[in-house]
């Protein structure tokens, strides 16, 4: 299990349109300056990030390849721009998927209105050099109030298809005092995106702390008020 706290902290310097502090980011795993050897990702998940940008703030255009990009929108609205043409607004609960494949550059960051709080994960490929894509998918909040939902996926049924077969994240939201059995899998990483919850065997978890499962693990979390919460699995 590792705390909210223990993430590293990245905070965007200033320019000559915005103050230091205009996105600030909490890695989950080694990224940038920031390397523990130790702590370079967990199956083919090789970056959790808990991104915040300011309003009206973006991140320049920079280049990815050969990466699945998976943002789940929690406050405020994404919006995106690609060298494909794509155009995005990504509002709360939505899921954004960018395949960087054989390489496309974009830009990414929050509209006028209001801060975007997102969290984007980077998911290596079943293959390389493949042709870039973009998607967008918005969940239906009683849907994730029922229980989980596929919302990005290797496998069929999901709400945005990943190139990357048996892996799947899940999302759901719960009241208090309601349970979900955690999906099964061979790796499950799980992060507490708001709120407060229980989970077997570990305890009691706030937003921003995370639970790495190794093996085909039944446990079951239960909300402490209202709580949203996200898991990755993976089939290697």
Same mark, same amino acid.
């Given at each position: ?9 990245? @905070?965007? $310097?200033?320019?000559? #349109?915005?103050?230091? /502090? ?9 990224? +940038?300056?920031?390397?523990? $050897? ?7 998940? @090789?970056?959790?990030?808990? =991104? ?8 320049? #255009? ?19 721009? #690609?060298?494909?043409?794509?155009? +995005? ?9 960018? *395949? ?21 994960? !980077?998911?290596? $490929?079943? =293959?390389?050099? &493949?042709?870039? *894509? ?6 239906? $909040? ?16 999901? @709400?945005?298809?990943?190139? *990357?077969?048996?892996?799947?994240? !899940? ?5 208090? #005092? =309601? ?14 995106? /708001? +709120?407060?919850? =229980?989970?077997?065997?570990? +305890? ?24 949203? @919460?996200?898991? !990755? &699995?993976?089939?290697?």
């Amino acid at each position: 299990m590792r705390r909210s706290a223990d993430r590293f902290l990245t @905070v965007a $310097p200033a320019r000559p #349109d915005a103050d230091a /502090g205009w996105a600030e980011t909490r890695h989950s795993f080694s990224f +940038g300056e920031h390397y523990d $050897p130790e702590d370079v990702g967990f199956g083919p998940l @090789v970056a959790l990030n808990d =991104e915040t940008v300011r309003a009206g703030q973006a991140y320049p #255009d920079h280049v990815h390849r050969d990466t699945e990009i998976v943002s789940w929108v929690v406050a405020g609205t994404l919006r995106h721009a #690609d060298s494909g043409g794509h155009l +995005g607004q990504a509002g709360v609960g939505t899921v954004q998927r960018l *395949s960087a494949g054989s390489g496309v550059t974009h830009t990414e960051g929050a509209t006028d209105g209001a801060d975007v709080r997102f969290l984007q994960a !980077w998911v290596r $490929p079943d =293959e390389a050099g &493949t042709a870039p *894509s973009y998607a967008l998918g918005t969940v239906d $909040p009683q849907a994730l109030a029922a229980g989980w939902v596929a919302v990005a996926s290797g496998e069929p049924g999901a @709400v945005v298809d990943l190139l *990357s077969r048996g892996t799947t994240l !899940w999302v759901t939201r719960t009241g208090d #005092d =309601e349970v979900r059995a955690l999906p099964v899998a061979r790796r499950a990483l799980l992060m507490v995106v /708001g +709120g407060s919850a =229980e989970l077997d065997g570990v +305890g009691s978890l706030d937003q921003g702390d995370a639970v790495r499962v190794t093996g085909r693990v039944p446990l079951v979390l239960r909300g402490r008020g209202a709580c949203e @919460v996200l898991v !990755w &699995t993976f089939a290697s």
